[in-house]
Every structure is written in C-alpha cells, then in structure tokens.
C-alpha cells in the first residue's frame, strides 16, 4: 500500500498565500507520502499555482493517485444527462492524459427532486456504469464514494452495493473509512460486504464531538473510525492501492501526523 493525501484542504490557504504549493508538496513528500489526491475545481480558479503544483509533483516524483471529479450522475432530463456525462468523459481523458491518474472517484451525485431513491438508484448506476467502461479504457478505475447527505442514497455500504451492482463490475468504490459512521456502518463490520469492489481508500479518521452530539474530523488514531482494523484488513487481502489522508483542516502538521501514522502502521 502506498500513502497519499488529499488535496482540497488546502486550496484555500494556497490562494491566501499560507504557504506555497512547492512547500506544501515537499511538506508531504518528505513526511513519505508517494502521492496526492487532486479535485477539479481548483485548477480551473487557480491554474497558475495548480501548474505549480504539478510541477512540483514531478520534481519531487510524486503520483496523482485519484482525479475527484464534483458531477452529479442522477440526471433524469437526457439532454442534461448527455451534457454531464460529455463533460465526465472530458475529466477522464484530463486525468490520463495530463495527471497520469489510476483513478477517479466521481463524487456529488444526489437524490433528484420528485423521484425515489431507488428510481435516483437506477439512474446513477446506469451512468457509472457507461464511466467505468469509458474509463477502463485508459486502465483507470471509475469509483463513487459512501457519502450522500440521505444515508439510504450512497452514504451505508449497502446502498452503495446497490449501485455498484447496476454500473456493473467495471466500477469501484472508493472506501472512506470516516464517512461509513455517518450512515450508521461500523467500518470494520461492513468492510467484508464491500472489499472486493474496493479501488482507493480516504483515511479519515472521526471521533465524537459530545456537545455538538455529531462526528468530527481528528488525528488518525484518536477517533473510532477503526482505521487500523481496516488497514490490517487491506493487507491481508493483498490491497496494493492507495491510502490517502484527509484531514480536519488545512494545517500541514495535522497531515504530517496522518501520514507518519500510517506509514508506521504500514511497517509492521
């Protein structure tokens, strides 16, 4: 397994000027990450430091190990659905032929007003499906994540099953050890219903927040995410993806942490 970390955290404090995208890759790199996750959206506001970027990525030789793409895939209008899924083929092409990416999770498809959640279902498996074949063609891998503000959309291991198994076996899931608790999933629990659709792996550790009554983002290790039942359960099923790190906050040290937790889990 490799380590990787997510990108979008830090956007914000890019363009502020916190730190510079050369020193944030390096921060990373030295840390021993091998890899950052990237999201669009920040290369099309911000395309002088996202060359930057990546020009610092190849310097310090380090991969992208998934291109996130923001399109919702539920699209019952078929002009609209042909539209997004033009624009999808367009970021899966971006991230073959310019980041050289193994995968890309397309994230932010939601239930549509004035249809059920099994009609939406329907819907988002067939697109995934028709992106995971287009995808496959490059070698990369077309993954959904389990978060949905509805936990019986895409949020619970089995609601992300179900449409898995309409895109078809060409698609994978993209295991976000943080986001399964907002479903009521136990991690460690569900991992068996859902291993073998898995493709890429969000670190995300979460702990309880009491006077808030909800789950916040902490260091990995501190929280009930079960991170490293998780991590010994890749391992023993010979996972070799990536294991990318999101943080709570656009702090380097926090991701610093994160990495040198896993790293030193992964020595073991």
């Not at 510079?20 to 890899?35: N, Q, W």
């Not at 792996?201 to 983002?217: F, M, T």
Request: aromatic share 8%; proline share 3%; net charge negative.
């Amino acid at each position: 397994m490799k380590i990787s970390v997510m990108l979008f955290p830090y956007h914000g404090a890019m363009d502020q000027d916190l730190y510079t995208p050369e020193d944030l890759v390096k921060t990373f790199h030295d840390a021993g990450a091998v890899a950052i996750e990237l999201m669009r959206g920040w290369n099309e506001k911000s395309p002088e430091k996202w060359q930057r970027l990546l020009n610092a990525m190849k310097d310090n030789d380090m991969a992208c190990s998934c291109f996130d793409i923001g399109l919702n895939l539920v699209q019952p209008d078929s002009a609209e659905r042909t539209k997004v899924l033009d624009d999808c083929r367009r970021q899966i092409e971006y991230a073959h032929t310019v980041l050289n990416a193994t995968n890309v999770l397309i994230y932010s498809s939601k239930v549509a007003d004035g249809f059920s959640i099994e009609h939406c279902k329907k819907l988002y498996g067939e697109a995934l499906g028709e992106m995971a074949e287009f995808a496959s063609q490059f070698g990369i891998n077309a993954t959904i994540e389990d978060f949905d503000p509805h936990p019986d959309f895409v949020c619970s291991a089995k609601s992300c099953m179900e449409v898995l198994e309409i895109a078809g076996p060409k698609a994978k899931l993209c295991f976000d050890t943080g986001n399964f608790l907002d479903a009521g999933d136990n991690p460690a629990d569900i991992y068996s219903l859902v291993k073998d659709r898995i493709a890429h792996v969000h670190v995300k550790e979460k702990g309880r927040n009491v006077a808030e009554h909800k789950l916040k983002i902490v260091r990995a290790g501190e929280g009930i995410a079960q991170i490293n039942v998780i991590e010994a359960n890749l391992k023993r099923d010979g996972y070799e993806g990536y294991l990318s790190v999101e943080a709570g906050s656009n702090k380097l040290d926090e991701a610093v942490h994160d990495i040198h937790y896993l790293t030193s889990r992964l020595a073991l």
